[in-house]
């Protein structure tokens, strides 16, 4: 699947879950919310996916999670604050490099319009 097509159709499954739920919620809400709206779609995904740090050729297990990939492609990292900040950017660009995968989406469902809360990322 191309990544248009798979984005378009996060998308329309975030635009879905904020449209019932609104803003306001814990990120661990609209996560667990996305999910199931993906799940629905039969949009194919990884919740929680453990994100190893490899530095100078040692794997060290830090903690590192990313929220979702969606698709075996696209991250996405959910957030709800009150403003998307350049640390959340470099948050979900690092994690790009670290895992290797080539596309992002930073998700903030704080947002009063969802779609002035998603910002796409290719590396």
């Known amino acids: ?14 635009i879905e879950v904020h449209r019932n739920l609104g803003p306001g919620l814990l990120e661990s809400a609209y996560e ?7 799940q629905l779609r039969q949009i194919q995904f990884e919740r929680q996916k453990p994100l190893p ?3 100078k050729g040692k794997h060290l297990d830090c903690g590192y999670r990313i929220d979702i990939v ?16 350049p640390i959340h950017e470099a948050q979900l660009l690092t994690y790009l490099k670290l895992s290797g995968l ?3 989406l930073l998700i903030d ?11 796409r990322f290719v590396l």
């Open 53 to 55: 740090v490899t530095y």
């Open 70 to 85: 969606a698709g075996g492609e696209i991250l996405l990292e959910l957030k709800c604050v009150e403003k998307l900040m």
């Open 32 to 38: 667990e919310c996305l999910c199931h709206e993906m």
């Open 102 to 104: 080539k596309t992002g």
């Open 1 to 14: 699947m191309n990544f248009e097509f798979m984005s378009a159709q996060v998308i329309a499954a975030a």
């Open 109 to 119: 469902f704080n947002a009063v319009l969802l779609k002035d809360g998603i910002k």
